[in-house]
């Protein structure tokens, strides 16, 4: 596996956001919450859209597929914290470091798909309503979902893997709060050409055809939305996609710099305040951003919510 006569690595050490003994549990208690916020919110967000049939449509299917990635995202990243920070455990091994850059990749990706199918969605709404039955019917949407879950899990596969093939022999200390590849990277002790081509490529191909993708679409619907006469039709019909739209913002804005920034240019304290935003805070702020301003969903919950509280 390794070349001469080095010794490869069997587990690595996080080094988390810092050493200082009175911040650990300011910090313990912050993603503790969030990691609660996230669980519950995106629960109830499925759990709600399953027992309402009026929210049985394309948009909120796509939310379900949505909250299911945000709790897989803040299961792989925020358990493995709250272990950092209250036992102070950092090291992680081999095979779970691997793991975890699965799964994170994996959501990401798929984080970003969605938003693309959901940006096509409010597009057809919009843009084409005398079709929206057809263009996104049942069988469309299943597709859609399908292709979303099928490449972002072939994706997360294949950089994993090429991961796999890296040997790491040198200092194991990632300077990060979980394995993330831009910091896993730096530690490798044979070539990462292979990686750094492999990663242009699946940024090129899931930040910024899929970026490019959702600011057209966006760009048809602000275009059909200027063209309503009435101030009343084009708030109903902003209103209908605003929630999407600060969603796909917060999300992209985080990312970009994490997945787009060259690896020499990789700045590790940047790194971990965009992963905070993308793998905790987004995930907890995602139910919130689509239920506040909507009266269907806010009006399911409370049904599901009345439910939970007369079965204790």
Known sequence: MG???????????????SDAPRLRGPFFALFLCLFAAALGGNLLIVAAIASSPRLHTPMYFFLVNLSVLDVTCACTVVPKLLDILLAERRSISYGGCMAQMYFLSWSVAGEVLLFTAMAYDRYVAIC???????????????????AVWGISVLGAGVNTCLM????????????????????????????????????????????????????????????????????????????????????VTLYYSTIIYTYLSPGSSY???????????????????????????????????????TLVVKSL
């Open 3 to 17: 070349g001469g006569n080095r010794t490869l690595l069997t587990e690595f050490i996080l080094q988390g956001f």
């Open 128 to 146: 084409r309503p005398l079709r929206y039955g057809s263009l996104m019917s049942p069988r469309v949407c299943a597709a859609l979902a399908g």
């Open 164 to 247: 796999t093939r890296l040997s790491f022999c040198g200092p194991n200390v990632i300077d990060h709060f979980f394995c993330e590849i831009p910091p896993v990277l730096v530690l490798s002790c044979s070539s990462t050409l292979v990686n750094d081509i492999m990663a242009v490529m699946a940024d090129i191909f899931f930040a910024m055809l899929n970026f490019l993708l959702t600011v057209v679409s966006y760009g048809f619907i602000i275009s059909t939305i200027l063209k309503i006469r009435t101030a009343e039709g084009k708030q109903r019909a902003f209103s209908t996609c605003s929630s999407h739209l600060t969603a």
């Open 267 to 305: 700045s590790p304290g940047m790194g971990k305040v965009m992963a905070v935003l993308y793998s905790t805070v987004s995930p907890t702020l995602n139910p919130l951003i689509y239920s506040l301003k909507n009266k269907e969903v806010k009006a399911a919950l409370r049904k599901v919510l």
